[in-house]
């Protein structure tokens, strides 16, 4: 029997759109970061890639999912710095690709907090797994790894070929412990996976609902400024109203100072002729009726005009308020589909969210009940109990400070200490919230009135 060479060799896989691009041995990576090797597919980019170790049976031994940022001529940027080898060494175990469990380290798994930034988690999903992408792609030795031939060790000499019975069941025995500790270790592996599943899962869930909220925040701060800009608007429409009616009063004086001088004038030469009088009498209505007309009527066209102008504002500030009314209520159903999307998958795992209620005590909160729950949690344990909010809401004072509530002659509350009635169905507002004074008068108010 020959022994098994411990040598493992390191290189870099390179994905683009989840997919093995380019495969690099490490020497050859390594003369990219030194600047005599350009990749000018990659050029401006910032690409996804693998750091792997590899043994002789060409097996990945060690991963590390990193981004490495290149120039607009294709080299790797000068400020990159990503200890590839630090963190292989310190990575913690990942799927089974062969060789046992990996080292992996990954955005989810980073051994080193402040380089989780740059790390990436692989796709776990059906045809773009990327982890079986690497085993095939390392399988068929594309990177032309070549490792040291080992010499076969001497054969051991020929020992007696007769086993006693003894021996077998020894043998027998240390197979059956071997294969259930392989079991429990497969098991072991199998739950890491998921884990590991999970963990991308969330992390590229969590991505995507910052995504939404920052989106929706830059389209509500734009609505919000579109309003302000109507209502500044709005404003000048009044104030300019308000210096149009100050204007016509303006011309209504004239008007009358007009009035006082033509009555002057006439009552000046009442002694003239009656046909004087009437000839100036109807030259006196007649200036003041074309005078006030014409104000009147460029008045009142200005008026409406600047009316219509705030009519069709205030439809348009409605039409604003009313579509922000409906990106707040899609942003708050888009949190409640993603909350539901991250939450669900992990009831189906086995995760359950259990939380305490006065009054309820311990209770498991299902996955399509968080939304309710995180909107308004006394009316979730107000309906489990089933009483109405307030009533709940008055039982959670008197279970916090549990005094008489009632309203004594001086306008003050009575405040002496109560009974605590530690379940919300046995509390009767009035009487759990009550001394025996202002029970008993309560009671006999009662039945006075009956």
């Not at 981004?67 to 175990?93: C, H, T």
């Not at 010499?151 to 069941?169: F, I, K, R, V, Y």
């Not at 209504?252 to 001088?261: N, P, T, V």
């Not at 000839?279 to 104000?295: K, M, T």
């Amino acid at each position: 029997m020959g022994s098994k060479s411990d040598t493992q060799l390191e290189a870099v896989i390179v994905f683009a759109d989840g997919r093995i691009d380019r495969q690099l041995q490490y020497p050859e990576f390594e003369a990219v970061m030194d600047g005599f090797v350009p990749m000018q597919d990659f050029a401006g980019c910032r690409a996804q890639a693998v750091y792997v170790r590899i043994n002789a049976k060409l097996q990945i031994t060690t991963c590390v999912f990193f981004y490495v940022n290149f120039d607009p001529r294709g080299m790797i940027a000068k400020r990159w710095n990503v200890p590839l080898q630090q963190l292989a060494e310190a990575a913690s175990r990942g799927p089974d690709l062969g060789a046992g469990p990996i080292a992996l380290a990954c955005y989810s798994q980073c051994p080193v907090e402040w380089q989780k930034n740059n790390l990436w988690d692989p796709l776990m999903e059906p045809g773009r797994n990327s982890f079986v992408l690497m085993k095939k792609a390392v399988a068929t030795n594309v990177l032309g790894l070549i490792f040291p031939e080992v010499e076969p060790e001497p054969d051991e000499p020929a020992g007696n070929h007769m086993a006693s019975e003894l021996a077998a069941s020894e043998l027998k025995a240390a197979l059956e412990r071997e294969y259930a500790q392989a079991m429990r270790t497969r098991l072991a592996h199998t739950l890491k996976e998921q884990r590991l599943h999970i963990n991308t899962v969330r992390s590229r869930m969590k991505l995507k609902l910052d995504e939404l909220k920052r989106d929706h925040q830059e389209r509500i701060g734009e609505y919000q400024q579109a309003l302000e800009v109507q209502a500044q608007q709005l404003t000048g429409l009044q104030d300019e109203h308000q210096a149009l009616q100050q204007q016509f009063a303006m011309q209504e004086s004239k008007l009358g100072g007009l009035r006082e001088y033509y009555e002057h004038k006439l009552s000046a030469a009442r002694s003239d002729e009656n046909t004087q009088v009437r000839e100036l009498e109807q030259e006196f209505d007649g200036r003041i009726a074309a005078a006030r007309n014409e104000a009147q009527e460029a008045l009142q066209e200005r008026l409406d005009m600047r009316e219509m102008e705030l009519f069709y504002r205030q439809q348009q500030e409605a039409a604003v308020r009313e579509e922000l009314e409906l990106l707040r209520a899609e942003h708050e159903q888009l949190l409640e589909q993603g909350a539901t999307q991250i939450l669900t998958p992990l009831q189906k795992a086995g995760i359950s969210f259990v939380v305490f209620a006065p009054g309820v005590g311990q209770t498991t909160l299902p996955a399509a009940s968080v939304a309710d729950y995180m909107a308004n949690p006394e009316a979730y344990f107000a309906e489990l109990c089933g009483l109405s909010d307030q009533h709940y809401r008055l039982w959670l004072d008197h279970s916090h400070s549990p005094y008489c509530m009632a309203i004594n002659a001086e306008g003050e509350e009575c405040g002496v200490g109560v009974n605590r009635v530690t379940q919300p169905t046995d509390f009767h507002d009035g009487e759990s919230n009550r001394c025996a004074e202002h029970r008993s008068i309560r009671s006999t108010f009662a039945l006075q009135r009956g």
